[in-house]
């Protein structure tokens, strides 16, 4: 859909990045909108947007390469960080109601760094072009989370979940998520000011799709923090849980796009100390 005739200036670009519906890039971004800065690192996967708060949450989108109709990067890998905030506004800029049926095409370009991130959108025939400062990339958390170390595992439906964290009190400050062998059961618990919520899932509910879990353990999360998660929650189909020994906890959220494409969004939440 966008114009070719600047292929010279995307020669100077280290990443040239097209897509028919900006819409299958903002969803994924908006479930991991909760701070305003992003990590943004590119392979020939695609992208990672990471996101972080207190360096004890983080969440991470993944934007496949095959989601793109082109997709060309002359590097190996290149990372920035950028304003999410702003990112969103830009790629939201025609709005959802303009035109019926119309969808808005996106082209990104990065000419390395010190380079703002250039997009460019067309909705019928109308172009908009906006130019990103981009910073250095800053170190993030890395939590270790190899599928060895997985202690205990769910899937369930997203409706499910949603609808527990839901019944969790606001003014509640800690949620404890325990995992019990007999019966099988995910128990998610809020505690504070003497009060506690508890919400039981079976782990036989057709809701659940998977349920592993060798001895019952406990950990306890921030519920602020774990209301963070509530943004994928809302777009996933599915959702898988697991923890560690640690009780580090990761969320990962199926999420299915405008187009049909199967993506996943990660959330991981370090424990509570005792």
């Known amino acids: 859909m966008l114009d070719t005739q600047e292929a010279e200036?995307?020669?100077?670009?280290?990443?040239?990045?097209?897509?028919?519906?900006?819409?299958?890039?903002?969803?994924?971004?908006?479930?991991v909108h909760f701070r305003e800065s992003a990590m943004v690192v590119v392979t020939s996967d695609g992208l990672k947007v990471t996101v972080e708060d207190?360096?004890?949450?983080?969440?991470?989108a993944f934007i496949q390469a095959d989601m793109f109709q082109q997709f060309v990067l002359s590097?190996?890998?290149?990372?920035?960080?950028?304003?999410?905030?702003?990112?969103?506004?830009?790629?939201?800029?025609?709005?959802?109601?303009s035109?019926?049926?119309?969808?808005t095409a996106l082209k990104m370009c990065y000419a390395g760094e010190g380079h703002p991130l250039v997009i460019v959108l067309e909705e019928s025939g109308v172009l908009t072009d906006c130019s990103i400062k981009t910073q250095l990339p800053e170190d993030i958390m890395e939590f270790s989370f190899n599928s060895s170390d997985v202690v205990n595992k769910a899937i369930v439906k997203s409706d499910c979940l949603r609808e527990a964290l839901a019944e969790m009190d606001v003014d509640c400050d800690v949620m404890e998520l325990v995992f019990c062998p007999s019966p099988?059961?995910?128990?998610?618990?809020?505690?504070?000011?003497?009060?506690?919520?508890?919400?039981?899932i079976g782990g036989d509910s057709e809701l659940v799709e998977l349920f592993q879990c060798p001895r019952t353990s406990s950990?306890?999360?921030?519920?602020?923090?774990?209301?963070?998660s509530g943004k994928p929650l809302?777009?996933?189909?599915?959702?898988?849980?697991r923890t560690d020994a640690r009780g580090f906890l990761c969320l990962q959220y199926m999420i299915k796009t405008d187009d049909g494409h199967i993506c996943f969004v990660e959330f991981f939440c370090s424990p509570e100390e005792e």
């Open 9 to 31: 200036e995307d020669k100077q670009n280290v990443l040239v990045a097209k897509i028919d519906n900006v819409k299958n890039v903002s969803q994924l971004l908006k479930a």
């Open 54 to 60: 207190s360096k004890c949450v983080q969440a991470n």
């Open 75 to 97: 590097e190996e890998t290149l990372s920035f960080k950028i304003n999410l905030s702003v990112l969103l506004d830009c790629l939201n800029i025609f709005g959802s109601g």
């Open 99 to 103: 035109t019926a049926g119309a969808t």
């Open 184 to 200: 099988p059961r995910l128990q998610l618990s809020a505690v504070g000011a003497g009060m506690e919520t508890k919400v039981e």
């Open 219 to 228: 950990s306890r999360y921030r519920l602020a923090m774990m209301k963070l």
């Open 234 to 241: 809302a777009q996933s189909q599915k959702v898988s849980l």
